[in-house]
């Protein structure tokens, strides 16, 4: 499955965006889709997952009350809302897919990737 990001850009704090990842090629219902992050000088790191329906998702708790995924299987998108944005959310955000639920923190159990999109936040 082939994984576009969009969305990124140049926010203030306390403000919003919502990232989209389009996928392609594959059954995007076969997937479990999650979002990632990475930051200058920081390792990747988990921001959230949805299950293939979209009726299980997990958070890292620093974006609980935040962040909100969500797919819409008929498009073949899963999205990122983000709001409250602070200037510790500034980082590349990727997108990826695996074919079980597991721990969907686990960056190594992800297959596919997309190219990532900037998202920097300004105090």
């Known amino acids: 499955v082939q994984l576009v990001e969009s969305g990124g850009g140049l926010v203030q704090a306390g403000g919003s965006l919502r990232l989209s990842c389009a996928a392609s090629?594959?059954?995007?219902?076969?997937?479990?889709m999650g979002w990632f992050r990475q930051a200058p000088g920081k390792e990747r790191e988990f921001v959230a997952a949805?299950?293939?329906?979209?009726?299980?998702?997990s958070y890292v708790d620093s974006v609980k009350g935040r962040f909100t995924i969500s797919r819409d299987n008929a498009k073949n998108t899963v999205y990122l809302q983000m709001n409250s944005l602070k200037p510790e959310d500034t980082a590349v955000y990727y997108c990826?897919?695996?074919?079980?639920?597991?721990?969907?923190?686990?960056?190594?159990?992800?297959?596919?990737w997309g190219q990532g999109t900037q998202v920097t936040v300004s105090s």
């Open positions: 090629g594959r059954t995007f219902s076969n997937y479990v």
């Open positions: 990826a897919a695996r074919s079980a639920w597991g721990r969907p923190q686990l960056t190594y159990e992800y297959g596919h």
């Open positions: 949805i299950n293939w329906s979209g009726s299980s998702t």
